[in-house]
């Protein structure tokens, strides 16, 4: 599907992805400041960062945030879901 | 311009969220069971919140001239407890004749362990028993892959369920081919911070058509934006789209899946 008029996407989008790059620099200097690098979830963020050289990034972003296993899990120890896969690291 | 809600806890919200929407075009409201933000003590507690989303609520919205529709189920998130699990889906056929249930929803898991599995198996056989349509929710974040393949492997080895009744919810770039190629139908989420913005939403319409994909606000008691669905179709008209595709990507699509449960009847 295509717009019947389609805008320029830097136009529209340019300032707000902007914005959160740069959020994104200044969350990183935040956390080699405080020293919070080891968490795993921050070496998840890393390691998906490099998703961004290639092509289809959104998806590769979050395929790397997944949990890549396929068998149920014996028991659900908890409701809650961080945003990075543990059994990673 | 006119739109379907087709995924809203309303219980959770306030009155003057019926009137921003009815304000903003909604012409529906659709509410699929869900957890309560804390697990309940008793199936009885589930045979109230089913009355409500039976009888308390479309009434409540009938107030604001918005006709409100219901899912049915016990959430994955409360299905870790198999005795309550199984007592709660044995309360749900005597609610399945109420003028405004849609089917079974949103079933699915959560954290993808076995109990949570025994118990989306029991809801898809329940929704093949009574030809009920599906609404399925997939997990958050890390889980979601996972428990995206998983729950579409299982309805589709189900020879009875029929894909194109079923709604594979809070689908994202990761997993909506896999909804998409299996036949059924796909819903976006838009959250503030988890699930999907407009603009990625947009995108993964542009990509995969508007055929068998949805928005919706879900929203509920969490960071949520009751309006996130009138708010994305003005980020269609910003892309430079027209009234006619934003009617059929707010109004028609949903239309189109929710017509075929015979409860969905809009005045
Ligand atoms: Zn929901």
Redesign the interface.
Known sequence: ???????NPVD??FMDARSKLIDIAAFMDRVEREGATDDFRYQAFLEALKELGQADR??SV??S??????E??????????????PGKG | MRYIEPHAHMVSRTTDDYVAMVTAGCKAVCEPAF?AGFDRSSSKGFYDYFRQLTEYEPARAAKFHLPHFSWLCINP?ES?DLVLANEVIDLIPEFLDKPNVLGIGEIGL????????TILERHVDLAAQHQQLILVHT????????GT??IVDLIKSDSRIDPSRVLIDHV???TVKYVMDAGMWGGITLYPESKATS??AI?M??AY??DRLWMNSACDWGVSVPLAVPYAAME?R?????DE?IDQVFYKTPLAFLSQSQNFKLN
């Not at chain 1, 945030?65 to 396929?70: G, Q, V």
């Not at chain 2, 910003?238 to 027209?242: A, I, T």
């Open positions: 599907m295509k717009p019947a008029k389609p805008q529209l989008y959104a998806r979050l395929l945030l997944s949990d890549p296993t396929k149920l899990i014996p028991a659900a120890t908890t409701k809650a879901a961080c945003g990075a896969w | 957890w998130k870790e959560n954290k993808n362990s076995r109990n949570e599995m997990p958050h974040l890390e889980d979601k892959l996972k393949q998983l994202e770039e990761h603009p990625r995108d319409i542009e058509g508007a269609m910003r892309r430079g789209y027209d595709t």
